[in-house]
T-cell receptor, first 113, second 114 residues
Framework: DAKTTQPPSMDCAEGRAANLPCNHS???????VYWYRQIHSQGPQYIIH???NNETNEMASLIITEDRKSSTLILPHATLRDTAVYYC??????????????FGKGTKLSVKP | NAGVTQTPKFQVLKTGQSMTLQCAQD?????MYWYRQDPGMGLRLIYY???????DKGEVPNGYNVSRLNKREFSLRLESAAPSQTSVYFC?????????????FGPGTRLTVT
């Protein structure tokens, strides 16, 4: 699986958009970009994933560059409850056996009032 | 649905003691995982089970054993606890069919070994 690079921390004002970048310059053609987050002391939570096209769900939007070497997770109106560590993970989508996620250190997002 | 449940939530052990961490899921998932998370670090895979009756080592299996008791339950055993095993332990499950790679995590067990 391709490695990812994320800034260690970011701040965002409550109500503003939070844009979290992720670099994955060695991504392969069959690898997806996944985002998870971990709110303090809880288990990680899936947010969104994408392959090539931009994706949006009720939690966030994912923008993937045309060359797929980087992506940005967007929380459109950040709230205090969005304060968490956000993990960008790149892996092959597979129904196969192992399929564990490889977590780096992520980006600690602090949403401030 | 409760999702993924873990017991206990907290545990303190003395060096050399043994214990079993329990995990259960009610989503009928095939695959289950045990991760550990040390302070300020990402999660690391200890063991996984692709299906009932199978288990395999992950990145950091030393000092642990697992049992996939049935499709619902996947337990992690520390035979002789060491201070280096002080960590937060997360269990996760996922469905292995389809392309969506979504793991569901439990709330974690916070283990301190003195």
């Amino acid at each position: 699986d391709a490695k990812t690079t994320q800034p260690p921390s970011m701040d965002c004002a409550e109500g503003r958009a939070a844009n979290l970048p992720c670099n994955h310059s060695t991504i392969s053609g069959n690898e997806y970009v996944y985002w998870y987050r971990q709110i303090h002391s809880q288990g990680p939570q899936y947010i969104i994933h994408g392959l090539k096209n931009n994706e949006t769900n009720e939690m966030a939007s994912l923008i993937i560059t045309e060359d797929r070497k980087s992506s940005t997770l967007i929380l459109p109106h950040a709230t205090l409850r969005d304060t968490a560590v956000y993990y960008c993970i790149v892996r092959v989508a597979t129904g196969g056996s192992q399929g564990n996620l490889i977590f780096g250190k992520g980006t600690k997002l602090s949403v401030k009032p | 649905n409760a999702g993924v449940t873990q017991t206990p939530k907290f545990q303190v052990l003395k060096t050399g003691q043994s214990m079993t961490l329990q995990c259960a899921q009610d989503m009928n998932h095939n695959s289950m995982y045990w991760y550990r998370q040390d302070p300020g670090m990402g999660l690391r895979l200890i063991y996984y089970s692709a299906s009932e009756g199978t288990t395999d080592k992950g990145e950091v299996p030393n000092g642990y054993n697992v049992s996939r008791l049935n499709k619902r339950e996947f337990s992690l055993r520390l035979e002789s606890a060491a201070p280096s095993q002080t960590s937060v332990y997360f269990c996760a499950s996922r469905e292995t069919s389809g392309t969506l790679y979504e793991q569901y995590f439990g709330p974690g067990t916070r283990l301190t070994v003195t």
